[in-house]
């Protein structure tokens, strides 16, 4: 996450549908990530974050400040309001 937006990049959507468990450090890099995103006028999202990351997210409060959601097409939607077209 530092590189990229080191490099510029804050539209940052972070897919964790792999993922089973985030722990301190994780959620301390989203934080970190999610501020400075959010100074340089960007956004940085949570996309299918498994059941236990989501009661962390909770428990933690990020899921204040964190914008999650269930698939990276409802993320795209929301920024920008239409779908994307693959293939």
């Known amino acids: 996450l530092t590189d990229l937006i080191a490099r510029g990049c804050v539209e940052i959507g972070i897919n964790l549908e792999a993922v089973k468990l985030v722990d301190a450090e994780g959620l301390g890099e989203l934080a970190h990530a999610f501020t400075r995103v ?42 920008w309001g239409h779908q994307v077209l693959s293939g």
Do not use: M, N, Y
Request: proline share 2%; no cysteine; aromatic share 2%.
């Open 38 to 79: 959010t100074r340089l006028g960007g956004r940085l999202v949570l996309i299918a974050p498994a059941e236990r990351t989501r009661k962390l997210l909770s428990v933690t409060r990020l899921d204040s400040v964190l914008k999650l959601f269930a698939s990276e097409q409802e993320a795209v939607e929301s920024r």
